[in-house]
């Protein structure tokens, strides 16, 4: 048996130096494998690239309008020092998360192109629309990104205002998001918002 698996061992590693054409087996899994992480390597780095702030705002349409607004909210500064940016709210750590919503964000790419938010005109006409498929999609993954920072379990209570503290034990209870109550944390509300949506 000890003979027979040293013969298998064997014949796997003269399998792996012989050559295939031009180079071994060995040498063509191991360019492979570098290959392999040169590209995830180079995949990651673009992939954070298109988290960054400068990123998001590189865009007029995202600069001028909605970027504006964020810089006048508790997420852009406060007495922590502690600045959410666009990424942050926008885009999910986990990886499968975070590269569906970088695939269902390539449609802001097509937006780009046709220009359809291109002047403060039509990005207030479309504020609304915008609005509810982002409130939508946070509803749907239980505010992940949120919960990136903030985590009800963690929350102290007994440090918030009673308004606040009551608020938080109803969403717990009733198995609320953050977002069911937190539209407008970081951007203007838009004119036209349903009842249910003026919380």
Same mark, same amino acid.
């Given at each position: 048996m000890s003979d027979n698996n040293n013969s298998l061992i064997g014949r796997f590693w003269n399998a792996l130096r012989r050559p295939s054409a031009k180079y071994s087996l060995l040498t063509l899994v191991l360019g492979g494998f570098v290959a392999g992480i040169v590209f995830w390597g180079g995949f990651? #780095?673009?992939? !954070?690239? #298109?988290?960054? !702030?400068?990123?998001?705002?590189?865009?007029? %349409? =995202?600069?001028?309008?909605?970027y504006e607004e964020y810089k006048n909210t508790i997420h852009y500064t406060n007495r922590t020092g502690v600045r959410a940016v666009c990424a942050d709210c926008h885009v999910p750590k986990e990886w499968g998360p975070k590269m569906l919503r970088k695939i269902q964000a390539s449609r802001e790419l097509y937006g780009k192109v046709t220009g359809s938010v291109d002047t403060r005109e039509k990005? !207030?006409?479309?504020? /609304? !629309? /915008?609005? %509810?498929?982002?409130?939508?999609? =946070?509803k749907a993954n239980n505010s992940l990104e949120c919960r990136n920072c903030h985590s009800m379990v963690s929350m102290d209570g007994e440090k918030q205002k009673q308004r606040a503290r009551k608020q938080h034990e109803m969403a717990q209870r009733d198995g609320e998001t953050c977002i069911d109550c937190h539209k407008g944390i970081a951007h203007q509300k838009p004119k036209g918002m349903k009842e249910d949506d003026e919380e």
């Open positions: 990651h #780095t673009v992939v !954070e690239a #298109t988290n960054t !702030e400068a990123f998001c705002i590189g865009c007029h %349409e =995202m600069r001028n309008n909605v990005f !207030e006409a479309k504020r /609304l !629309e /915008l609005a %509810e498929r982002e409130w939508k999609r =946070m």
